[in-house]
């Protein structure tokens, strides 16, 4: 092989292997641009190509991208005409016989949609054909109803280089009737642009809109007007958009031929860097007026009736009518009132707005508004407005009422029946601020509120002063509001199962932000319950409350027996007075609240059951954590206790823990249990008693009691003495009651003295003469030892195994005598008996006496 040969099989093979890399990068390129787009199908069958066309039996297309476009197309004999392949763009047209669209869903729209930008749809334009004809075209679309099926044809013309002149038309068939959109562009220069669209209904025109477009300096300025004259084939056209809304619209009773739209418009757009639009810096004039006479579905907004006329000029994207006259009635779309309760969604609303005649001032709207909502909830406004339409900016408010009333209405778990309410309100807004008050006039209410177990009826609420209401904004910062002034509640009856019914008072001073609610007054009740309350409520944070009690002087009446259900129906307190104060923690997710309580009571006199209660002072401080309540007893002291006899004064110092739900199953403890009694000292050595486990055993005590206090109060006849007792006890605490099984008491050395001189027992010993002997030893019975078993059950039954050695100096020349005695009381009679007599008052008596019948 020669030496040119070799390099020319060198160079060929070189071509090769760089046609294949190229290829092969290509290729690999393609992929890339493929999973990017997220182009997941592109095949087609039937391909021929000339120099000058391209042709496809059939072409298929599926792309599903990462922010949510979902889109297949099917396309059949596609011809493609180009001048060359050389030169394929733009090609010269681009003929289809059929092809079917089917978009199941669209990219998700941006919180911040960008403007439009034009140096991009330049790029796209290039791509067009200089003409575009769909024969048969056929559309599966998302839409309101779920997927709604269109079908027509579409035609379009440019000159090849640059959009315009361009012309296009599209043509939807639906019941025999056919609908075209005719839009025709022409550009005289570089800067200035014609566009005119028509809407045809069976190719009679019904809409006609010219737009003008002029490029200068960084700004594009757009007029233009749009107009329709008559519509006499609404019914059809409201059939068709019916599938495109999601609602029912409500069909037309006949052809509104007199329905009329008329717009003009002077825009002027700032264009940003790149040909984008910044659509909100806007400014020019626009005039509206619109003829309605049935209701007619606006999509996105709901269905809509009546007449409007408006002019606005707008500056810096702010747009402020120079003339404004309306009546309106619109059915709000659904998803436009989702956020509301369904009672609160109005069904109707009827706007009124027409100027006030006569109070024309330059630079200032004055406007007369109504606005009635139907509904669940009727509600009216009025009010007149004074608009400023120059610099500075702002709308006063005057005369405003708003009306609210319903029978009934359901907020989450409240439920509000009998709502009646009147607003009273005037103010001012401008760019930056907001600023209402609502007057004294105002004032609310609600025949009855019910949540769960609470419920209120008659409740009114009024304003002693003014409310405040101020709105700040911001462009560059969050809005922030805050609600400020006095407001008065009043209730009828608060009912609750911790409650007694009965009328409540709350002169609140309210305010509240952003950020928490803090209301501070006095709560009092018809019972005289009278206490200074305090909501403290971040938004984000739990629910404080505070509350202090006012000094209750119970000399005047108990309101706390008058209030809470709980108040024991036993206990009777006549004099004496009640402090306290707490603070209660509701958490915002819903978990277990917080509370804590200190109460101090001082000189309580009453009655507890059968039992004379005076002198008693107390001080507690209560703390309810994680569903635990602690209770401290810091101290309770009481003068005097007199279940049928007296005794005291009485001393605990001590503690009770529990769960919040088995409040009485806790365990209760104490370091100081005593109580002076008949001259002497009964005390319990500190322990715990756990109140949710039987059996337990007490250690009790007994010291230095006086023998002949005990005998006084001994309801029998002649019987005295004298002496020091003391004792010991193992009390036992089971599930029936308390028990004494190994108590000991015994009689001080060197002893004392036991008179017993009864007319009965000297009346037995006539007759027994071994009776006599015990009659007259304890005539005057001096005893040097006094012992006794003491054993008690649950039933109340005393047994005393006593043991008395002494001797009577009278008789027998003061021989030594023992005395082994049994004796037995029912001490639940005992003490009926006791209470029965004059040792106690009228009202225990009483008690006594209705509980033997």
């Given amino acids: 092989m020669t030496k040119p040969s070799r390099i020319l099989l060198w160079l060929i093979s ?3 292997v760089s046609m294949l890399l190229a290829g092969g990068f290509a290729w690999y390129q393609w992929k890339v641009f493929k999973r990017e787009q997220g182009i997941e199908q592109l095949e087609w069958q039937g391909l021929r190509l000339s120099n000058q066309s391209v042709f496809i039996d059939r072409l298929d297309y599926v792309q599903r991208t990462a922010d949510g476009l979902d889109v297949a197309a099917q396309i059949d004999a596609v011809n493609l005409q180009i001048t060359s392949f050389f030169r394929p763009f733009p090609p010269r047209s681009l003929d289809v016989e059929r092809a079917r669209l089917t978009l199941h869903s669209l ?19 290039a791509w067009l054909p200089q003409r575009l004809t769909i024969v048969d075209l056929q559309m599966e679309l998302p839409c309101a109803q779920g997927r709604c099926d269109e079908r027509g044809s579409l035609q379009l013309r440019h000159s090849g280089e640059s959009l315009l002149p361009f012309e296009a ?40 809109t010219r737009h003008q477009l002029m490029h200068a300096d960084e700004q594009m300025l757009w007029s233009g007007t749009l107009s329709m004259g008559s519509l006499p084939e609404a019914p059809w056209l409201l059939e068709w958009l019916g599938e495109w809304t999601s609602y029912q619209p409500t069909a037309l009773p006949d052809m509104p031929a007199d329905m009329r739209l008329g717009a003009g418009w002077s825009l002027t757009l700032p264009q940003r860097p790149g040909g984008m639009i910044d659509w909100r810096d806007a400014a020019g004039d626009l005039r509206l007026s619109a003829h309605l006479p049935a209701f007619w579905p606006v999509i996105g907004l709901g269905e809509l009736q009546g007449e409007i006329d408006l002019a606005a000029n707008g500056q810096n994207g702010l747009w402020l009518p120079s003339e404004l006259k309306a009546n309106l009635k619109l059915r709000p779309e659904p998803a436009l009132l989702a956020a509301l309760p369904n009672n609160l969604r109005p069904t109707l609303l009827n706007i ?14 004055p406007l007369q508004l109504r606005l009635e909502a139907q509904g669940g909830a009727p509600a009216t406004l009025q009010a007149r407005a004074q608009l400023a339409t120059g610099a500075p900016y702002a709308v006063d408010i005057e005369q405003a009422r708003l009306q609210v009333r319903s029978s009934k209405l359901q907020l989450d778990a409240l ?18 601020r907001i600023d209402l008050k609502l007057h004294k006039a105002s004032r609310a209410t609600l025949a009855r509120v019910t949540s769960a177990e609470l419920a209120a009826s008659q409740l009114r609420a009024e304003l002693p002063q003014p409310l405040s209401l101020q709105i700040d904004r911001s462009a560059a910062e969050a809005s922030t509001w805050r609600i400020r002034g006095p407001v008065e509640l009043r209730l009828g009856a608060l009912e609750h199962p911790q409650l007694i019914a009965q009328g409540w008072r709350w002169s609140s001073q309210l305010d509240v932000d952003t950020t928490r609610l803090n209301a501070t007054g006095p709560l009092s009740n018809d019972a005289g319950l009278a206490l200074v309350a305090n909501l403290n409520k971040a938004w984000n944070g739990p629910l404080q409350v505070n509350g202090k009690l006012q000094e209750v002087f119970l000399r005047a009446g108990n309101p706390l027996a008058r209030s809470f259900a709980a108040w024991p129906a036993a206990l009777e307190l006549n004099s004496g007075r009640l402090l306290g104060d707490g603070k209660l923690s509701l958490p915002a997710d819903g978990g277990a609240p917080s509370a804590s309580l200190a109460l101090e ?3 309580l006199a009453g009655i507890y059951d059968r039992t004379e209660i005076s002198g008693l002072d107390v001080r507690l401080a209560g703390n309810l954590q994680r569903n635990r309540l602690q209770m401290d007893i810091t101290e309770l002291r009481l003068a005097q206790l007199n279940p049928g006899f007296t005794f005291g004064p009485l001393l605990l110092r001590g503690a009770y823990s529990a769960s919040l739900d088995q409040p009485a199953q806790g365990r209760l403890s104490w370091q100081t249990a005593e109580t002076h009694i008949l001259g002497g000292r009964f005390w319990l050595e500190p322990a715990t008693l756990d109140l949710a486990v039987a059996p337990q055993q007490l250690n009790a005590r007994v010291q230095g009691v006086q023998l002949g206090e005990v005998l006084a109060a001994y309801p029998t006849e002649g019987l005295s003495g004298s002496g020091l007792i003391d004792g010991s006890f193992e009390v036992h605490r089971s599930a029936t009651g308390l028990s004494v099984d190994q108590g000991q008491l015994a009689a001080r050395a060197p ?18 003469p071994a009776m006599r002997i015990v009659s007259e030893a304890l005539h005057d019975f001096h005893y040097d030892l006094l012992s006794s078993d003491v054993r008690y059950d649950e039933s109340g039954k005393l047994n005393l195994g006593l043991r008395l050695n002494g001797r009577n100096p009278a008789l027998e020349g003061g021989r030594p005598i023992n005395f082994s005695i049994n004796l037995e009381e029912d001490i639940p009679a005992l003490l009926t008996s006791l209470q029965l007599s004059d040792r106690v008052s009228e009202t225990i008596q009483r008690r006594v006496q209705e509980r033997l019948r």
């Fill in 169 to 208: 038309r599209l043509d939807l068939q639906r019941n025999e009737r056919q609908l075209s959109l005719m839009v025709d562009a022409q550009r005289s220069d570089e800067t200035h642009s014609l566009i005119e669209a028509k809407l045809l209904i069976d190719e009679q025109q019904r809409l006609e």
């Fill in 415 to 432: 439920t509000l029946q009998g709502l009646d309410a009147t607003l009273h309100f005037s103010g001012r807004a401008d760019l930056e």
């Fill in 107 to 125: 990219p998700e729209a941006s919180d911040e949609p960008s403007p439009p930008d034009l140096e991009r749809y330049e790029q796209w334009i």
């Fill in 751 to 768: 002893g004392g003295v036991l008179r017993f001189r009864s007319p009965k027992i000297e009346a037995l010993g006539q007759a027994n």
């Fill in 14 to 16: 070189a071509l090769l």
């Fill in 601 to 603: 009571a001082r000189g």
């Fill in 352 to 365: 009124d707005i027409a100027p006030v005649e006569g109070e024309t001032v330059q630079g200032h709207l």
